[in-house]
């Protein structure tokens, strides 16, 4: 599971350090330099020729200050450099380096659609010592994090897995979805059960929580007992919803990194 290094402490100012690390964004794609996949250093940094406010402080990590950047979307690579979707980069890249790009890729996101004051379009500037972009009308803009719930319903020792009608073909996952204004994790848990697979569940109980970049979800997920129902797929979201129980073969899954994954892992039907 993707999670930040214990050796990261974050920043919200720069400070000088022996080496420097930006994770540069253009839309959804990091500029990495092929084949070794490295990041662009203090000298690579320069020479992109970037204002100021494009670059944030990320944190510090191992010794080294990293910063997040956002570059227009016509911006070209030279010198080696190319550009890579940050989902691709899952498996290719160290994992603490992976989840520091993620946190990166939020912060670079959130100052390039926060430069404009949304309520009076003036332009933003960034408040000193916060995460936070200002406005002179007092408006304050923080990063947009989304919470969401994931859910694995068991019954017995077999679990409910589903395939969203947007995942590629033959891959299973729990059930996941965005909570409301209004609602509780736990609301949300029951809500989104029941609209796509049709089921009641009870003792819900917390497993762990995972910041998902893409682009700024925080993933929380549990484990359910089945209350009872019978399993029907709302076919819009959900394509197909299976128990698989002890000696079934189990279908293709999330990725190891994750916590869809691990949740699964941890409870898998035992003989
Ligand atoms: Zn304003």
Not at 74 to 100: C, H, M, N, T, V
Not at 210 to 232: C, D, I, N, R
Request: glycine residues 8%; negative net charge; proline residues 8%.
């Amino acid at each position: 599971m993707i999670a930040t290094p214990a050796s990261f402490t974050p920043l919200l100012q720069p400070i000088d350090a022996a080496q420097t690390r930006t994770f540069a964004f253009r839309g959804n794609e990091i500029l990495v330099r092929e084949p070794e996949l490295a990041f662009p250093d203090a000298q690579a940094t320069a020479a992109l020729g970037l204002a100021e406010a494009r670059l944030l402080p990320v944190g510090l990590h191992d010794g080294v200050y990293c910063q997040a950047a956002w570059l227009e979307k016509d911006f070209q690579p030279r010198d080696g450099f190319a550009f890579r979707g940050l989902r691709s980069l899952f498996g290719s890249l160290d994992e603490a380096l992976l989840a520091i790009a993620g946190r990166a890729f939020q912060v670079a996101d959130w100052a390039r659609t926060h430069r404009y004051c949304g309520v009076c379009a003036r332009p933003m500037r960034r408040e000193p010592g916060e995460r936070a972009m200002k406005c002179e009308c007092g408006h304050v803009a923080y990063p947009r994090i989304s919470p969401a719930m994931m859910v694995l319903v068991k019954r017995g020792e077999a679990i409910l897995l589903a395939r969203n009608v947007a995942a590629p073909p033959g891959r299973f996952s729990a059930l996941a979805g965005f909570i409301e204004p209004g609602e509780s994790v736990e609301d949300a848990i029951h809500r989104e059960v029941r609209e796509e697979v049709g089921i009641e569940v009870k003792d819900l109980r917390y497993f762990a929580s995972q910041s998902w970049p893409f682009p700024g979800s925080l993933m929380l997920a549990f484990t359910a007992e089945y209350a009872g129902g019978e399993v029907k797929p709302d076919t819009t979201e959900i394509a197909e919803a299976r128990w698989f129980g002890p000696g079934d073969a189990l279908p293709q899954l999330s990725p190891s990194q994750s916590i869809s994954r691990a949740l699964i892992d941890a409870n898998l039907p035992r003989r």
